[in-house]
């Protein structure tokens, strides 16, 4: 970029104006998304929002979690509740090991409705418990064939190995890359070229602990699988922990959902959007434009 510049006395003494170049930050474009990534993170988007809320929904036809085989009314690990007071008012309550909070108008009791989550957070609606059934389990099967396939390709394309397995000199760098997130300092130039670790780390949890965990669980909670495969049950301690570990995993997804989508916003959420459609994602230099006279 070019322009001329000339100050007040200059003008006045006739002298000719001085011509600046302005370097500007280098622009490089990288194709960081294949395709088989793309459609696989498109189709997540409506299956896992659709999985979550009818998730929601069975959880409030009895909305108590317990830990072992058998639910015990009087002590549950997690349970929203509406309770009425001494002077006659409802209110919600959440309890979370044994420690009661006050959570009227979200949980418990919102809309004058004695109700665990609210319901525009709940699919099909209402209290529609078999239809809310039927789509969570068609929407779990779109989920583990999506993610199988993703998985195959991510193995065989080594998408794994290369880009989503921290490195030694990732792990090295957390501290730093921790910092970065807190001050809101992105990477720029070649780092921002591949994953920080912090998005490895979940990353691969997420691909390799989180939603193995949820399937299992799920496939645990089945009295059709319970039946062929009662050793599923076992190893996860008994039905109504793997209702729990269930929940855990699936707010584990919503928490994961929740600080991607933020990051992508602050990170740049047109480049972003862009890269998750295209492909093509842009970096800019991390070096500082500089003027100087020609």
Not at 3 to 21: C, D, N, T, W, Y
Not at 171 to 190: N, Y
Not at 218 to 227: H, N, R
Request: glycine share 10%; aromatic share 12%; proline share 5%.
């Amino acid at each position: 970029m070019k322009f001329f510049v000339q100050s007040g006395s200059e003008l006045h003494r006739g002298v000719e104006p001085r011509l600046l170049v302005a370097a500007l930050p280098p622009v490089e474009c990288v194709y960081r998304h294949r395709l088989p990534v793309r459609i696989s993170h498109w189709l997540n988007v409506p299956v896992l929002i659709i999985l979550i809320m009818s998730g929601l929904q069975i959880f409030n036809a009895h909305p108590a979690l317990y830990w072992g085989d058998r639910s015990d009314r009087d002590r549950p690990v997690f349970s929203i509740r509406p309770m009425q007071t001494e002077s006659g008012e409802v209110r919600g309550i959440t309890t979370i090991l044994g420690h009661p909070f006050d959570t009227t108008g979200v949980l418990g009791y919102s809309n004058g409705m004695g109700r665990g989550f609210p319901a525009w957070a709940t699919v099909p609606g209402g209290k529609w418990l078999a239809m809310g059934r039927q789509w969570h389990l068609f929407f779990a099967w779109l989920f583990v064939i999506n993610g199988l396939i993703f998985t195959a390709y991510a193995l065989a394309s080594r998408h794994v190995t290369r880009d989503l397995a921290p490195t030694g000199r990732d792990l090295r760098r957390i501290g730093k890359s921790i910092k970065g997130h807190l001050t809101l300092r992105h990477p720029a130039g070649d780092e921002a070229k591949r994953y920080n670790v912090l998005q490895k780390l979940a990353y691969v949890a997420i691909l390799f602990i989180v939603a193995p965990l949820i399937v299992l669980t799920g496939l645990a909670m089945s009295p059709t699988i319970d039946a062929a495969a009662p050793w599923l049950l076992t190893a996860f301690g008994g039905r109504q922990a793997a209702r729990t570990i269930h929940f855990i995993a699936c707010f584990s997804f919503v928490g994961f959902i929740i600080v991607h989508v933020i990051q992508v916003i602050l990170a740049g959420f047109f480049n972003n959007i862009r890269s998750m459609i295209t492909g093509w994602f842009v970096i800019k230099s991390d070096h500082q434009g500089v003027s100087h006279e020609a």
